[in-house]
Nanobody, 116 residues
Framework: VLLVESGGGLVQAGGSLRLSCTAS????????LGWYRQAPGKQRELVAS????????YADSVKGRFTISRDNAENTAVYLQMNSLRPEDTAVYYC??????????WGKGTLVIVSS
């Protein structure tokens, strides 16, 4: 599975960005798609995930501000709508796919910078 993120950039606090992740390869057996982030000097953390059945999970810090969605038809895309962005949301955002038989896959990441 190959994952490619896009949509990162520089935005002012309070603004919005929409991240996209396209998946190719053996996507039919992807169970969970998610977004993680890693800020400078910090560990990578889960931001949001969505199962094939549509169950979503969010980090407490983004609940009510971020929304994850996916293209369920072929597991070929996952999106992260980020609203009311804060400087502490600044990080590299990574797309993740949990495939039924071969485990986890990661994209290379897209940088989000939120200025105050």
């Amino acid at each position: 599975v190959l994952l490619v993120e896009s949509g990162g950039g520089l935005v002012q606090a309070g603004g919005s960005l929409r991240l996209s992740c396209t998946a190719s390869g053996s996507t039919l057996d992807i169970n969970v798609l998610g977004w993680y982030r890693q800020a400078p000097g910090k560990q990578r953390e889960l931001v949001a995930s969505i199962s094939s059945g549509g169950t979503t999970t969010y980090a407490d810090s983004v609940k009510g501000r971020f929304t994850i969605s996916r293209d369920n038809a072929e597991n070929t895309a996952v999106y992260l709508q980020m609203n009311s962005l804060r400087p502490e949301d600044t990080a590299v955002y990574y797309c993740n796919a949990e495939e039924e038989y071969s485990g986890d896959y990661w994209g290379k990441g897209t940088l989000v910078i939120v200025s105050s």
